[in-house]
């Protein structure tokens, strides 16, 4: 299993454009996170969902759109980016009925 | 919201020294997690409690669960290079167990 994965691992945008970060995991967990974790402070989560399908927002959504088609993939898509949005994304899953969350390695994104 | 407070945020110690940490919260958790993170990569579960006053060991690693539900410790003996990183503590939001709450985190570093 290669758990969960991100691409990219870094990114350097401009203000205004537009990217999505792309979560994938292979232990056929429900449940998908997205955090955002700005320097010096905790994770923060921006989405999450429960199942293909479904997604509900987190603390700090405003910015950002998910979408669920399927259950490996959990896709984060910023529409307009803005230099508030610099910060190194996370990505995690877990397995219904289990507390533990499994992240993956991170996208370190820069927006000038 | 449900916050957590780490404390301390930082550490500055010498190898082979013990360490002491712990995450508080003005509400009741069900469940505490404790995670690390290393420079450059996502957080990986150490250890998770889910019992008022249980004491779980990971190695040189052990967590308590507060007697009260509000908090919990962190305890590495003999410490090691390899210990440096970020420690967050994190508990499943009750209204939904979905989500989890992260601290702040505390940052340890290790002089050889």
């Known amino acids: 299993n290669a758990g969960v994965t991100q691409t990219p691992k870094f990114r350097i945008l401009k203000i205004g454009q537009s990217m999505t970060l792309q979560c994938t995991q292979d232990?056929?967990?429900?449940?998908m996170y997205w955090y955002r974790q700005d320097p010096g402070m905790g994770l923060k989560l921006i989405y999450y969902?429960?199942?293909?399908?479904?997604?509900d927002k987190g603390e700090v959504p405003n910015g950002y759109n998910v979408s669920r088609s399927t259950t490996e993939d959990f896709p984060l898509r910023l529409e307009l980016a803005a230099p508030s949005q610099t910060s190194v994304y996370f990505c995690a899953s877990r397995s219904r009925g289990a507390d533990t969350q499994y992240f993956g390695p991170g996208t370190r994104l820069t927006v000038l | 919201g449900q916050q957590l407070n780490q404390s301390p945020q930082s550490m500055f110690i010498q190898e082979g020294e013990d360490v002491s940490m712990n995450c508080t919260s003005s509400s009741i958790f069900n469940t505490w997690l404790w995670y690390k993170q290393d420079p450059g990569e996502g957080p990986v579960l150490l250890i998770a409690l889910y019992k008022a006053g249980e004491l779980t060991s990971n190695g040189r690693l052990t967590a308590q669960f507060g007697i009260t539900r509000k908090d919990s410790f962190l305890n590495i003996s003999a410490s090691i290079p390899s210990d440096v990183g970020i420690y967050f503590c994190a508990g499943p939001i009750i209204q939904g167990a979905q989500k989890l709450v992260f601290g702040q985190g505390t940052r340890l570093t290790i002089n050889p």
């Open positions: 232990m056929n967990h429900n449940y």
């Open positions: 969902s429960v199942g293909a399908g479904i997604t």
